[in-house]
């Protein structure tokens, strides 16, 4: 599914944040990517969710070496992976449903069937009365809800949270987790970035961990 | 590229486009009363060579005595190529002064030159300077006049003012493009986070252009129609004061007649049309050309 193989980065003139990073992640798979603050968690997901290039090396993505994919057909490929973001990166002046539909409305899917499947995931996620309200006015627990909900909405083969559990309590954090598990159980291979280690050892999954740039497989 | 687009993209709030239609406008404005004005322009020109066009003039020195007058339309008569020559009498004369001078006997006593109206036979070329010759001859101090000098001169000042009208219209066509240009960097700056997390969600390029394609399309149209009205309006009070204007007569009009028939009006009306399309391929560049640098 992912193939990293010698993958350097840096941004601009900077120093290499990845250096000879090599990974090879199956299908169906669930790993967890730790590492301190600064590690380089962010940037080896942007690697993968293809919104920056890597500065060398070799990167296999559902079983294409992207440095040889022309710019336009990035595009299809991002479609086939979901990301949950920190920050959420929700569009303010856009409705929960509206949120949700846009993966959907990108790849062009009729709006008629748009409806009926927002619909469906966002009573899924506790939000069934919350179509309507913009983004500032939920709360931050709902938010989150909204923009996993957006990142599953097309059912992506891989899916990425960076951080997902930053910003909530404990018992929130496990049933995040319980979520992403139940979407990895249903098909979906899943990468959890998090610097939470605790949760990671004891959740006895996969562990990808990011150390001065290097990483390895714990 | 128009068709169906979606609206993620807050465009119609953001204000970087709001002045758009204000520089739209009299740019369509300045390019319909341009186009207006050669067309008047063109169907004068096309009056006045219709009207003179085998048509000649001989003027005869003021005082030549009537035998002389004679023997010229005589002479004229049977020169090859020359259908039929008349010469003016002095009540047909002194009519054609009247708007000047007014109707006074003492008009009728002007000592004033006499002309005698050619009329050439269609095609045919007639020897002139050969013509010219025998004229003085006959009388010495006639005049030969083509009209065509005239013309020459009237074909020449109404390029020059054509090619100005047109200078002036690509000028300002430029600068409305570059502001779309500018417009719509400005949208693309405004709403970077909009439009990166799109492209991360797997948008294409044309997905993304298609929003700020609708909205100059919109803006453009909008504009282009408000200088489309006021230039109509112009062209119609323009009209009006030629037709007021002409009080010597539909031969002697101050103003060239501003009144456009309805294929001339079509044409003005595709102005917005023409400049909403411009708009929008202008739009649908400079996105595609921005997002091209993102990876
Ligand atoms: N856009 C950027 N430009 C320059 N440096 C960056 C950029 N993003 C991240 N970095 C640097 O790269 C390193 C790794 O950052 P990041 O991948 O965000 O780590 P993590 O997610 O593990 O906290 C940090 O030193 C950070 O300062
Ligand atoms: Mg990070």
């Known amino acids: 599914m992912i193939r990293f193989e010698n993958v350097g980065m840096r941004y601009g003139t900077g120093p290499e944040v990845l250096r000879d990073v090599n990974l090879n992640l199956e299908p169906g798979s669930f790993h967890f990517l730790t590492g301190p603050s600064g590690a380089g968690k962010s940037t080896l997901l942007r690697l993968i969710y293809l919104a920056d290039r890597p500065t060398r090396g070799l990167i296999t993505l559902f079983d294409q070496d992207i440095s040889r994919l022309k710019r336009k057909a990035l595009a299809p490929l991002r479609r086939k992976i979901g990301v949950v973001f920190q920050d959420f990166r929700l569009l303010d002046h856009l409705s929960a449903f509206d949120n949700v539909a846009l993966p959907l409305r990108v790849a062009g899917m009729a709006e008629a069937k748009i409806r009926q499947n927002v619909t469906e995931l966002l009573e899924w996620v506790g939000l069934a009365d919350k179509l309507n309200a913009r983004p500032p006015t939920l709360s931050g627990g709902q938010q989150q809800r909204i923009a996993i909900a957006r990142a599953v909405i097309t059912r992506p083969q891989l899916l990425l949270a960076d951080e997902p559990t930053g910003n909530v309590d404990d018992e929130m954090a496990l049933r995040l987790l319980r979520l992403f598990e139940e979407l990895n159980k249903l098909g979906t291979t899943m990468v959890f970035a998090t610097h939470n280690e605790t949760m990671a050892r004891q959740s006895g999954l996969g562990r990808l961990h990011l150390e001065n740039g290097e990483l390895s497989s714990l | ?295």
């Open chain 2, 1 to 295: 590229m128009i068709g169906r687009s979606s609206n993620d993209i807050p465009l119609q709030r953001d204000g970087t486009s709001r002045m758009l239609p204000w520089l739209i406008g009299p740019t369509v404005y300045l390019a319909a009363l341009a186009i207006a004005g050669m067309l008047a322009l063109h169907g004068m020109l096309q009056n006045w060579d219709r009207g003179l066009a085998g048509t000649m003039t001989v003027e005869l020195p003021a005082g030549t005595a009537e035998p002389v007058v004679t023997s010229v339309v005589t002479l004229l008569r049977t020169t090859p190529g020359i259908a039929s020559a008349q010469a003016m009498d002095r009540a047909a004369e002194a009519k054609l002064l009247e708007p000047w001078l007014g109707n006074s006997v003492a008009v009728q006593e002007l000592s004033l030159p006499r002309l005698i109206d050619l009329h050439v036979v269609a095609g045919a070329r007639p020897d002139l300077p050969a013509l010219k010759t025998k004229l003085v001859a006959a009388a010495p101090g006639a005049v030969l006049d083509d009209h065509q000098q005239w013309l020459d001169r009237l074909y020449t000042l109404a390029l020059t003012v054509e090619a100005t009208g047109l200078a002036i219209v690509l000028m300002v066509s430029a600068a409305s493009v570059l502001t779309v240009v500018f417009t719509t960097r400005a949208g693309l700056a405004v709403h970077r986070d909009v439009i990166e997390l799109l492209h991360g969600l797997g948008a294409r390029d044309g997905y993304i252009a298609r929003q700020f394609q609708r909205e100059a399309l919109r803006l453009g149209f909008a504009g282009g129609l408000g200088g489309l009205v006021l230039a109509a309006a112009t062209v119609w009070g323009l009209g009006h004061v030629a037709r007021a204007t002409s009080v010597l007569g539909e031969q002697a009009k101050l103003l060239p007649d501003l009144h456009l028939v309805l294929w001339q009006w079509g044409t003005l009306a595709a102005l917005p049309v023409i400049a909403a399309l411009a708009a929008m391929i202008t739009a649908r560049l400079t996105v595609m050309r921005a997002l091209a640098r993102l990876p």
